[in-house]
T-cell receptor
Framework: GAGVSQSPRYKVTKRGQDVALRCDPI?????LYWYRQALGQGPEFLTY????????KSGLPNDRFSAERPEGSISTLTIQRTEQRDSAMYRC??????????????FGPGTRLLVL | GNSVTQMEGPVTLSEEAFLTINCTYT??????LFWYVQYPGEGLQLLLK?????DKGSNKGFEATYRKETTSFHLEKGSVQVSDSAVYFC???????????FGAGTRLFVKA
């Protein structure tokens, strides 16, 4: 079956512009995670959804970052007024249940964001 | 706070060599521990996991044992193949929350 998909795969934007990154999880998966991964580092947790409920957003670095999952499926991570330090790979992952991160997470290919 | 430290790479081995990638962690309580692998051009995928002390996770010839006394979860494989070339991430999850904490990753190159 289809895995987690993300779009766009690459995004180049100018400083100050807003960007929206999309994640389409595996069908039926309850949990959805967003991560940010800097070059040469491991993924860093941003936020977690249980269906449409955003249950943890403690990893969002500041109020320019927001995420939603309005119908409990597709999710959008929005970065407003982008800055060069926002350049990174943004990864989405989903898991079947809602038992927490000890469940297997399935990762998408990521969106590489470059802010000029 | 919780953290994961893994050995720096790159690690370069010849085919059929023994592999060890060290991972230690700092955590309160009893986290679950994971190894994820990222093959070139692909997303991360779970390699193995262990959810309690002394558990051994294994998959594709890789093994790791959850050692609470040494707060370690070292990854081992007896005989690596060229196809094992990838980046390996050690990670932990706080069983009371939603976060997974990843190490910085260790790149493995296996030469034929």
């Amino acid at each position: 079956g289809a895995g987690v998909s993300q779009s766009p795969r690459y995004k180049v934007t100018k400083r100050g512009q807003d960007v929206a990154l999309r994640c389409d999880p595996i069908s039926g998966h309850v949990s959805l995670y967003w991560y940010r991964q800097a070059l040469g580092q491991g993924p860093e947790f941003l936020t977690y959804f249980n269906y449409e409920a955003q249950q943890d957003k403690s990893g969002l670095p500041n109020d320019r970052f927001s995420a939603e999952r309005p119908e409990g499926s597709i999710s959008t991570l929005t970065i407003q007024r982008t800055e060069q330090r926002d350049s990174a790979m943004y990864r989405c992952a989903s898991s079947l249940g809602a038992s927490g991160p000890q469940e297997t997470q399935y990762f998408g290919p990521g969106t590489r964001l470059l802010v000029l | 706070g919780n953290s994961v430290t893994q050995m720096e790479g790159p690690v370069t081995l010849s085919e059929e060599a023994f592999l060890t990638i060290n991972c230690t962690y700092t955590a309160t309580g009893y986290p679950s521990l994971f190894w994820y692998v990222q093959y070139p051009g692909e997303g991360l995928q779970l390699l193995l996991k262990a959810t309690k002390a002394d558990d051994k996770g294994s998959n594709k010839g890789f093994e790791a044992t959850y050692r609470k006394e040494t707060t370690s979860f070292h990854l081992e494989k007896g005989s690596v193949q060229v196809s094992d070339s990838a980046v390996y991430f050690c990670a932990l999850s706080d069983n009371g929350g939603f976060k997974t904490i990843f190490g910085a990753g260790t790149r493995l190159f296996v030469k034929a």
